[in-house]
């Protein structure tokens, strides 16, 4: 990992961004890098605005779209309460808490969450995080468009200081955060708390390769979103590109990515559980499982709703590229692919599962 908190320079007329001018004031450590091999390892400072610890996290395929922060609870304590015009997606790294959720002048809602659950304070509502251990520190990670949001109005005091209420995100609905799940079509599901998403239900999903099972989630009405997939032990993924900015958290299971720009060098990055890696735009990349378990993670996407859409291009994620899609099919990937994950499978002593995925696809 190449960690720097070092500030970053302002451009050729000597400004900076909102969100650098932001990051500042936090006065946070600043995670600058490829990826994070373990998100539950990575060294937090005092956080003066919030209370108890943070870091932000700035990884190179959110090519400046959107963040991540991790952030620390003191067993027993809580974070300050805060509101803010950015969206952000709270995944629960570790431990067990409660959140309270409330606009101006309204009743408050708590709910509680656990090591695995998955939620989205709504827009501009007044949440507060707090520690249900008395013995152990809250590790959460939340994805946020802040850079986006911050970057466009540029002006903090805004972004942190609104009224404006949103009620068609929220209004107060008392089963707002009961984990009640609405089919929004076969993989769509809409739903504003799941209590873990190591064990959520998935629905199989041939066309992206392997076996596969995957939700998509739609979470508070946002125009950021999540899914969640899961592939068999001995097989892969089908290689594919999108936009920048999409966080795949490793759930389970032990592998390795592969990534590159068309037609340019593949990177390789080893992942496990607590794994964090974002493919930057238009990069191809494609997921690989050599452990002995079904490998399962979760990505939070910055504007790739499909309630809300418009905000970005819609990827051919499905479609092969020779069909103008985004997807490269198992026939017509580069050989050495193949290759390398049964090298790797051959090391562990893991069986290949991809003669029968192949034979599945060519009988279909
Ligand atoms: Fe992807």
């Known amino acids: 990992m190449n960690g720097t908190t070092a500030a970053q320079k302002p451009n050729e007329l000597g400004f900076k961004t909102t969100y650098q001018q932001f990051l500042e004031k936090e006065g946070l450590p600043v995670i600058r890098a490829f990826h994070i091999e373990d998100i539950r390892d990575v060294e937090l400072g005092p956080w003066n605005r919030l209370g108890g610890r943070g870091a932000y996290l700035n990884l190179e395929g959110t090519e400046g779209v959107n963040d991540c922060y991790i952030g620390e609870i003191p067993p027993g304590k809580s974070l300050n309460p805060q509101k803010k015009m950015f969206e952000e997606l709270v995944f629960v790294i570790s431990g067990h808490g409660a959140t309270t959720v409330w606009r101006d002048g309204k009743k408050k809602q708590t709910f509680e969450w656990q090591e695995g659950s998955l939620f989205s304070p709504p827009l501009n509502t007044w949440h507060q995080h707090f520690n249900g251990q008395g013995d152990k520190p809250v590790r959460l990670l939340a994805m946020t468009n802040a850079p986006t ?22 209004n107060g609905e008392e089963d707002y955060f009961s984990g009640n799940t609405k089919s929004l079509s076969e993989h769509f599901r809409e739903t504003n708390f799941i209590r873990d998403v190591r064990s959520f239900e998935l629905i199989e999903r041939k066309e992206r390769g392997a076996g596969g099972k995957m939700t998509l989630l739609e979470m508070g009405n946002n125009v950021m979103s999540a899914h969640i997939s899961q592939f ?21 299971g032990e592998g390795f990515s592969l990534t590159w720009p068309e037609g340019q060098e593949i990177k390789r990055y080893d992942w496990r559980a607590g794994s964090l890696l974002v493919p930057p735009e238009r990069w191809f990349h494609q997921h690989f499982n050599v452990g002995n378990e079904p490998a399962r993670y979760l990505a939070l996407k910055p504007f790739s709703s499909r309630k809300f859409p418009g905000l970005r291009k819609q990827w051919g994620t499905s479609e092969s590229v020779k069909q103008g899609g985004d997807q490269i099919e198992y026939d017509d990937e580069d050989p050495r692919v193949r290759k390398m994950f049964e090298e790797e499978l051959a090391r562990r002593g893991v069986k290949s599962g991809m003669d029968e995925v192949l034979r599945g696809i060519r009988a279909a």
């Open 232 to 252: 068999p032990v001995g097989t892969y993924k089908k290689a594919h590109r999108h936009g920048a900015g999409a966080h795949v958290i490793i759930l389970k």
């Open 149 to 170: 949001v911050l970057n466009l109005f540029h002006n903090i005091d805004f972004v942190f200081n609104c009224d404006y209420p949103f009620t068609d995100r929220y």
